[in-house]
C-alpha cells in the first residue's frame, strides 16, 4: 500500500490550498484515512479524518477552515484548507488504517503560510 500527499506550498494568510493523499488501492479499502500536521519544534497533531461510513472529523483548530472528502475518481482524499493562517504552516501527512488496523503513511508536503 503506498501514500501519495501532494498540493503543498505557500501561500498568503486567508488564502486556500488543497491537499490530495492519492493512494494505491481504493479509499474505501481502509477503515479511516486522516490527515496529520508537523510543525517545527511541534508535535504530530491529527488534523482531519473520514471514515469508511464517511464520517469526518477535525480538531478544534481548523474546523469551519478545512474539510476532508473523497475524489473516487482518483483514488484519494483531499484536504480543502480555506482561510489558511500562519500558525497552520506545517509538514502534512496522510495515513490510513485497514481492517486489521495496520497504519501506513505517505511522504509529506509542506505548507507554508505567510503573514
Not at 501561500?11 to 488543497?18: I, K, P
Not at 485497514?98 to 511522504?107: K, L, M
Request: with cysteine.
Amino acid at each position: 500500500v503506498q501514500l501519495q500527499a501532494s498540493g503543498g506550498g505557500l501561500v498568503q494568510a486567508g488564502g486556500s490550498l488543497r491537499l490530495s493523499c492519492t493512494t494505491s488501492a481504493s479509499t474505501f479499502s481502509f477503515n479511516a484515512i486522516g490527515w496529520y500536521r508537523q510543525a517545527p519544534g511541534k508535535n504530530r497533531e491529527l488534523v482531519a479524518t473520514i471514515s469508511l461510513g464517511d464520517s469526518t472529523s477535525y480538531t478544534d483548530s481548523v474546523k469551519g477552515r478545512f474539510t476532508i472528502s473523497r475524489d473516487n475518481a482518483k483514488n484519494a482524499v483531499v484536504l480543502q484548507m480555506n482561510s489558511l493562517k500562519p500558525d497552520d504552516t506545517a509538514v502534512y501527512y496522510c495515513s490510513a488504517w485497514d481492517a486489521r488496523g495496520t497504519n501506513y503513511w505517505g511522504r509529506g508536503t509542506l505548507v507554508t503560510v505567510s503573514s
